[in-house]
């Protein structure tokens, strides 16, 4: 029966396939058709790419067309995977086709044909896909090296010197030339009746946009004033945030202006061409200066603020000047290009045109890199400390001698004739402060921002809220940076499209996607762990018998198997091969036999406290000399307070290996020994009976077993005898024996019982010394012989002193 189940799924099956034959059959024509335009494409392509000899223009245009293709076929390769996985299915559900000579049942046979045709066919679009997406990504790859080649030949192609003088005057006639062209055509088209009569047709509009434009340059600053103070009034104050809204409105109500009166001199129609090509370009440098006018502002603003400590106030005046001068050497090298691209220019008057641009910025750059603060040593005019260095001072140490490098590289270029490397190289670095000065303001907006909303105001910029947005910043600018150096928009698309495609890491494909998929599955997981490690903690075992040191187990061992499965199920979900991360997987285990074999030993040491528990959180333990309490065990080392409230991390695996004395194993209980001497003649069995007093009269000291008095023994100054008795908590065992000892002095007082100190017989050595009258015998004359002394009627013994005191002979 289950096997004529099976039959019957799969004629089921057979039949829903067929029902979609027709539908298939029209996408299979669209698809073939679409193919055969593919080929006739790439086989251009590839014809243009070995000619090489298509403009640049042209190469883009038929590099973005093989790109609209292989974005279609990067779609279909992945087409129709569930229905594939599916028939698969079935053909393995079907089993092996017997080879042993037995002949298959026809029904089994024909359909194992019919889907062995179907699998054929959806496999069929997805390889002629794989095929034609490789071949579009080659010729993608080729077309790119090409245009790169070409850009690098330009931007190192050397051309006339801008220093040679003959050049000079040819140039100095072609400006004058094109000025007189543009004045011509302006003249001339004034002088139209056509023009005229436009003019007449669209006064109304020009008026209104003249107005508009005027209202806009001379009452802009103003209304952006008066808006700031509106918005000061909600809230705020001290945060910069509606500082800075205002500073953006007094870039965008000017540049509307210029905009508008941009307009009007359009619907006028009295330029011409050359005066229109002029006019389309005011927008974007008007955009140019007021932008950098803007950060000259905010930097003037950042250094009243004290935010540039190390600057002085003419310094940064300076300063936001030559930002502004920037703006205008960037307007002006745009014109050197518009000028070249307008009146089809030499390549002599091109250097000598753009060189006095490239050494006025090169001169402002060095200048700039001038302006510097002062050295972390010095203190500051007002008395201040001296501005703090560190990475940042090191950062800025870097662009400052950038900048003269730029600074004295770009002229030489240029005077040699290489002027598209020095504009290549000077431009961009204007550009780059730029971004990076716009950076720092928006981080310190951002950051403002935060301090607004979460009430910390000023503190809000210190925050790591505040260097979380300058990393992510600056991850954002590195496309701009890239195509401010020289970088084609397309690359930065080919990067993208490469990396949304993924790359691949031992027969394991990552992607943005499964990456991202991995994260908030993990993530998820995660957070659920430590929700139900939180509630066993806090709700579920502190309701049950099992001890601190249990519970903490269970909680810990809760954390690492739901990790575990977390990161297992986000590695399924993202759609990694388990199979490819094994090989991974298995060369890792040998490098961490290897390279971190204490890593591993702690981590199984911990594990193996965790399960089996010879030591638990609270005990009170002593390992290697160090006593104190376990406050945390860990899978690679376990926290043990000591009683001086220090904190001592000791690997697992000497818990493990080495010798642990575990006070509070299992109970609380313990013994404490409590020795005490008194005098000779003492009666031993009355200090035996209060002995027994004080130590039953203890609250600490359990009744069973009872407390014991044991007499030692004869000390060399006393009669010895120790209290034994077992506390309910040994962790109170020093407590227990100070009340015990005060205990003891205490009766031993109203009992008049004495307790004895260490006494010793001090023996001399010359006691005739002590004789009155020995030291009043005369003395004898120095060359008499001396008297022989007389033997000491008293015995004299050396002592182990007496020989550190001699010293000498061993006679």
Do not use: C
Request: glycine fraction near 10%; aromatic fraction near 8%; charged fraction near 20%.
């Amino acid at each position: 029966m289950p096997r004529l189940g099976r039959i019957l799924g799969a004629l089921l099956t057979v039949i829903l396939l067929g029902l979609g034959v027709s539908a298939l059959a029209q996408t299979a024509e669209e698809q073939r058709e679409h193919y055969q335009q593919w080929l006739k494409t790439a086989t251009r392509a590839e014809e243009v790419v070995d000619a090489n000899r298509a403009s640049n223009a042209a190469l883009e245009k038929l590099r973005s067309e093989i790109d609209g293709y292989r974005e279609i076929f990067n779609n279909v390769r992945n087409e129709n995977t569930d229905r594939i996985k599916t028939l698969e299915g079935q053909l393995q559900a079907l089993g092996p086709k017997p080879e042993d000579g037995t002949e298959e049942s026809p029904d089994i046979a024909a359909l194992r044909t019919h889907l062995n045709e179907q699998l054929d066919k959806l496999r069929v679009p997805r390889i002629i896909g794989e095929e034609a997406f490789s071949r579009a990504n080659g010729l993608i790859s080729e077309i790119d090296r090409i245009l790169r080649d070409r850009q690098a030949k330009e931007l190192l192609q050397r051309g006339p010197s801008p220093v040679d003088l003959r050049h000079w005057p040819d140039a100095l006639t072609d400006i004058r030339n094109a000025g007189r062209s543009l004045v011509n055509e302006t003249i001339t088209n004034l002088r139209s009746d056509v023009t005229r009569e436009r003019i007449y047709n669209r006064a109304p509009a020009i008026l209104v946009l003249v107005l508009i434009a005027a209202l806009l340059l001379a009452r802009g600053k103003r209304w952006s004033e008066r808006a700031g103070a509106y918005m000061r009034a909600l809230g705020g104050r001290g945060t910069g945030v509606w500082s800075f809204l205002v500073s953006l409105s007094r870039i965008l109500f000017p540049w509307l202006g210029v905009y508008a009166l941009t307009v009007a001199v359009s619907l006028s129609g009295v330029l011409g061409v050359r005066g229109t090509l002029v006019l389309e370009q005011v927008p974007y440098w008007a955009a140019i200066i007021l932008y950098y006018n803007w950060i000259g502002r905010q930097i003037f603003l950042m250094g009243a603020s004290g935010r540039f400590r190390g600057l002085a106030p003419g310094q940064i005046t300076e300063l936001r000047i030559h930002i502004d001068l920037l703006a205008v050497m960037l307007v002006l090298q745009d014109l050197v290009r518009l000028f070249e691209r307008i009146e089809n220019i030499s390549d002599a008057t091109r250097a000598v045109t753009g060189f006095p641009v490239i050494v006025a910025t090169a001169l402002l750059l060095l200048r700039l890199q001038q302006i510097r603060t002062r050295d972390n040593g010095e203190e500051t005019a007002d008395g201040d400390e001296p501005a703090r260095g560190g990475g940042f001072s090191k950062l800025i140490e870097v662009f400052r001698r950038g900048l003269f490098l730029l600074g004295i590289a770009s002229p030489v270029l240029a005077a040699f004739g290489y002027t598209n490397a020095a504009e290549g190289i000077v431009f961009p670095a204007v550009k780059t402060l730029a971004l990076i000065a716009t950076l720092v303001i928006l981080q310190r907006f951002l950051a403002s921002v935060y301090g607004l909303l979460s009430g910390q105001g000023e503190a809000g910029r210190d925050s790591l809220f505040s260097v979380i947005v300058g990393f992510a910043l600056a991850i954002l600018a590195l496309p701009i940076l890239a195509l401010y150096w020289g970088a084609r928009a397309t690359d930065l698309t080919e990067l993208w499209s490469q990396l949304l495609l993924g790359f691949d890491i031992g027969g394991v494909t990552i992607s943005p996607t499964n990456f991202l998929t991995f994260v908030a599955i993990f993530a998820i997981g995660y957070a659920l762990t430590r929700l139900l490690q939180g509630g066993l903690r806090n709700s579920l075992l502190p309701k049950t018998r099992i001890d601190p040191g249990g519970q903490n187990a269970i909680v810990a061992g809760t954390g690492y198997v739901g990790i575990f499965l977390a990161a297992l199920i986000a590695i399924i979900g993202a759609g990694f091969d388990l199979s490819s991360l094994a090989i991974v997987a298995g060369a890792l285990s040998v490098g961490i036999g290897f390279g971190l074999q204490t890593i591993v030993s702690n981590f199984v040491s911990g594990i193996i406290l965790l399960v089996e528990r010879p030591i638990s959180k609270g005990d009170w333990i002593d390992v290697n000399g160090q006593m104190g309490y376990v406050r945390d065990i860990s899978v690679r080392s376990t926290r043990i307070e000591t009683f001086d409230r220090t904190d001592v991390i000791i690997p697992n695996s000497d818990l493990i290996s080495g010798t642990v004395t575990n006070y509070t194993r299992g109970n609380t209980v313990g013994r404490v020994i409590v020795p005490v001497g008194v005098a000779y003649g003492t009666d031993t069995r009355r200090i035996e009976t209060i002995l027994g007093e004080i130590a039953n009269a203890h609250p600490m000291v359990l009744a069973n077993p009872a407390p014991s008095v044991v007499f030692q023994g004869f000390g060399a100054d006393s009669l010895d005898f120790e209290i034994r008795a077992i506390l309910r908590d040994v962790n109170w065992v020093l407590s227990v024996k100070s009340d015990m000892n005060h205990e003891i002095n205490r009766r031993f007082v109203e009992e008049g019982i004495e307790i004895p100190f260490a006494q010793r017989d001090v023996w001399l050595r010359n006691p005739e010394t002590l004789d009155p009258k020995a030291a009043r015998a005369p003395e004898t004359k120095p060359d008499a012989p001396k008297p022989a002394a007389a033997p000491s009627s008293s015995p004299v013994e050396m002592t182990e002193a007496d020989m550190d005191i001699g010293g000498g002979d061993d006679h």
